[in-house]
């Protein structure tokens, strides 16, 4: 593969792809985009915060096999043409679980990503995190800023564990020649997210669906800026397809910026809850603000998000209602 278009000696190859965290939000969403493509999908995870539910669907499909596994060991024998690494915990109550455990996974499991990689010559992605950018001093965030971390903070497991593996795969981009694809991630909501996951989307939504009250902190004065899922894979793959020289870190997200007491004010209106909203003390390194620049995104590839904020939840909210057996209390197409 060189660029968008494929070589002459690719024509009528079915290519192969190790997806790691492939069971999860994301890695699902990638999963089901490279079976459309044709691709030969092998889904590795280990269920920690994957689930099978979210490939069952994909598994009727002959090109798809799973294999449960723990990216910090061995990665299965095999040759990929690309390596998608989406193996890692991705809301705070997650990772702090096991923040040395997630530290490992970042860094142990990039390493084997890229080892995998130079064996099998195969171009990898990288999911990075804005939450590289720390709470930062630079609004909205470029690539080239170079964040604000707390290295022995209570997220830093996280931060700078997603730090860390960028440094791996730019060190063997030069030292080993891998094609790498490195791409920061903001907040990003849709179907097959779990709805016990702690990220503020979801848990607004299912907390609101149950009628249970909406926890903001701070005063919810945070800012934030919410990708729909869709938009978001699209720019996955535009990046993965881009030209060899194109290594990223490039940011996709929505630029669109919402305070989180706006988030929970328009979920509130679009479920019918009646939840009221509790206030609760800010937790240690939580960013203050979260914008994404995508002018490089634009310049490189072409792409800009699609779907609105409450599109994108009108879109959301009657999958957390199946998942969870809640009636949603209005009429979502009433509303605009």
């Known amino acids: 593969m060189n660029g968008n278009r494929l070589d002459e000696d690719d024509m009528g190859k079915t290519r192969t792809a190790l997806v790691t965290g492939g069971a999860g939000f994301l890695g699902s969403h990638v999963c089901a985009r490279l079976l459309s493509e044709g691709c030969k999908v092998v889904c590795l995870d280990n269920l920690q915060t994957g689930r099978l539910k979210n490939i069952e669907p994909l598994l009727t499909n002959p090109l798809m096999s799973?294999?449960?596994a723990d990216v910090r060991d061995p990665l299965p024998d095999g040759v990929y043409d690309e390596i998608w690494n989406l193996a890692c915990p991705a809301s705070p109550p997650q990772y702090q679980i096991d923040p040395v455990g997630t530290m490992l996974i970042n860094v142990i499991g990039m390493k084997n990503v890229l080892d995998l990689g130079v064996a099998c010559g195969a171009r990898?992605?990288?999911?990075?995190?804005s939450e590289i950018y720390g709470d930062p001093q630079v609004h909205p965030q470029t690539e080239s800023y170079r964040g604000a971390v707390n290295t022995i903070g209570p997220r830093a497991c996280y931060d700078e564990g997603k730090r860390a593996a960028e440094t791996l795969c730019f060190d063997?981009?030069?030292?080993?020649?891998v094609e790498i694809?490195?791409?920061?991630i903001f907040n990003t909501y849709g179907p097959n997210m779990d709805p016990q996951d702690g990220r503020v989307v979801s848990n607004f939504i299912v907390r609101a669906l149950e009628g249970a009250p909406l926890e903001?902190?701070?005063g919810g004065s945070q800012t934030r800026s919410f990708c729909y899922v869709d938009d978001l894979i699209e720019g996955f793959f535009r990046l993965m397809r881009s030209d060899a020289s194109i290594t990223g870190p490039v940011?996709?997200?929505?630029p669109g910026e919402f305070t989180v007491r706006e988030l929970a004010d328009i979920i509130l209106e679009m479920t019918g809850s009646r939840s009221v909203i509790i206030d609760r003390p800010l937790p240690a390194d939580d960013p203050l603000l979260r914008r994404p620049d995508i002018s490089l995104a634009g310049k490189l590839l072409g792409w800009a998000p699609k779907v609105r904020l409450r599109e994108g939840l009108k879109r959301s909210i009657p999958y957390f209602a199946t998942e969870t057996g809640c009636a949603v209390k209005t009429n979502l197409d009433t509303l605009s």
């Open 216 to 218: 903001v902190y701070g």
């Open 181 to 184: 694809k490195v791409v920061r």
């Open 124 to 129: 990898v992605f990288q999911a990075s995190t």
């Open 66 to 68: 799973f294999v449960k």
């Open 172 to 177: 063997y981009h030069r030292q080993y020649g």
């Open 251 to 254: 940011n996709i997200g929505d």
